[in-house]
């Protein structure tokens, strides 16, 4: 499988490329350029396959044109440890939750592999790299779990002052650990721009072989497409008639995924989705995307700190208009939806359901007449473990779940005791000093 860029279609890359230059110099994002059709593979899952089967066999199958096979199926299997769990809620309505993982975040699939696929790649070309981001949430201490012990890479993160959270003594670079915190003595919004003046001069991105570890890169997005695949193979043979996926669209990239997943391999009738500001309904009630008034050539590069894959989605939408504006369903929820959406899957299903799950089940029951017309089931996605979203969950019902220390070892926070960065030199002054 070969990659190009959304805003060039000449730009060709492979995926080796894609991962470690992960912001193409246009400006836009690397997508796949093609699919292979894998339905028939799909069939030959069942409730007894492991995700990490799953995910090694479709990254060889993705990746066989740049690596072995033993190769691709080592680099999905290692990053693998943990996986989905799923439950059946009633005759139609089942649930992945994708929060049994290191940090209790969805996120951990998705850096676990990218870590994983670019430790085996730089090993082979004898190369580092180094990951830059901005974070005060999940994605720091993830990062920091999934680069233990690699020899090829590091990762740099920057935080406000007094944000730094999740991240172990044994982590840092200065005890021997691949993590580079720096808090910035400013806001978030001061951390994202300083990765984002980085990230625009293309001679420090290459001298330093910067990549990030969001979903602006294109190896994070990838293994999210693996959830689908794998609800469905303990769904297959539970139902026989339409199967949707209902999912908070979050930053797109999960969005994305489903319909990368629906493109190879995965038999499915639609995504159900909460309006927001960037997807609605057009006048014929089919899905559309308002950044697509705007023409690429008069947008802004697309932002490495804090990115969106809606350029990803609009691409998607470009090569199959006629068959995605009836495949993408978006309903109009609001906050009040959502608590009622929370209270019902709680007495119904003993479920504590954070507020992106809240959503999208909020939306399910706005698009009921879609589901009920041929008693389709529907796959609701749960993300991330709702002891993230307890004070949403305590204003809903009146009491919030219970935090696993794993969750409450992600969220910890970490005095530094360093001096802080107050600017892009300092940043970079830091980095030089210890990667020379």
């Not at 994070?220 to 949707?244: C, E, W």
């Not at 199959?320 to 959502?338: I, R």
């Not at 029951?365 to 089931?377: F, G, H, I, P, Q």
């Amino acid at each position: 499988m070969k990659f190009i860029s959304t805003r060039d279609s000449g730009n060709i890359v492979s995926f080796e490329k894609a991962v470690r230059d992960c912001i193409p110099a246009d400006g836009g994002l690397y997508v796949p350029e093609d699919f292979e059709d894998k339905r028939r593979w799909i069939l030959y899952t069942d409730e007894k396959t492991t995700f990490s089967s799953i995910a090694g066999a479709l990254t060889s199958a993705f990746l066989k044109d740049e690596f072995s096979p033993i190769i691709c199926e080592t680099m999905a299997t290692k990053a693998f440890s943990f996986e989905p769990s799923f439950k059946k809620l009633d005759d139609r309505l089942f649930s992945p939750e994708l929060f049994h993982t290191p940090t209790g975040s969805h996120k951990d699939f998705g850096i676990f592999f990218l870590v994983n696929c670019l430790e085996t790649i730089l090993t082979l070309k004898n190369e580092n790299a180094v990951f830059l981001d901005a974070t005060i949430g999940e994605l720091g201490a993830s990062l920091a779990r999934a680069i233990r012990g690699k020899k090829r890479l590091k990762g740099v993160l920057l935080y406000p002052k007094g944000m730094v959270r999740g991240l172990e003594e044994r982590d840092y670079v200065w005890n021997g650990g691949n993590i580079l915190p720096i808090e910035i003595d400013g806001t978030e919004k001061d951390c994202h721009n300083i990765v984002r003046q980085i990230f625009s001069e293309r001679s420090l991105v290459e001298s330093l072989h910067l990549t990030v570890a969001n979903t602006a890169n294109i190896g994070r997005l990838i293994p999210q497409s693996f959830f689908y695949p794998y609800a469905f193979s303990r769904l297959k043979k539970q139902v026989s008639g339409d199967i949707f996926y209902s999912l908070a669209p979050g930053n797109y990239s999960n969005l994305v995924a489903g319909l990368y997943s629906w493109k190879v391999y995965l038999p499915l009738n639609g995504f159900i989705i909460p309006m927001t500001d960037e997807i609605k309904l057009d006048m014929h009630g089919n899905c559309q995307i308002m950044d697509s008034i705007v023409s690429l050539e008069n947008r802004d590069k697309v932002d490495p700190a804090s990115p969106s894959n809606l350029e990803r989605l609009e691409d998607i939408f470009r090569t199959e208009s006629l068959m995605l504006k009836n495949f993408v369903f978006p309903a109009d929820v609001d906050e009040a939806a959502a608590v009622s959406a929370c209270q019902e899957l709680f007495s119904k299903y003993g479920v504590y359901a954070d507020k992106n799950t809240s959503l999208a089940y909020a939306a399910l029951k706005a698009k009921e007449e879609l589901t009920d017309e041929d008693e389709a089931s529907v796959v609701l996605i749960m993300r991330d473990h709702p002891a993230l979203s307890s004070d949403f969950i305590r204003h809903c019902l009146g009491e919030s779940p219970d935090m696993p220390d794993f969750v409450s070892a992600a969220l910890s926070p970490v005095e530094l005791g360093r001096p802080y960065a107050s600017c892009t030199e300092d940043v970079l002054r830091t980095m030089k000093s210890i990667f020379a």
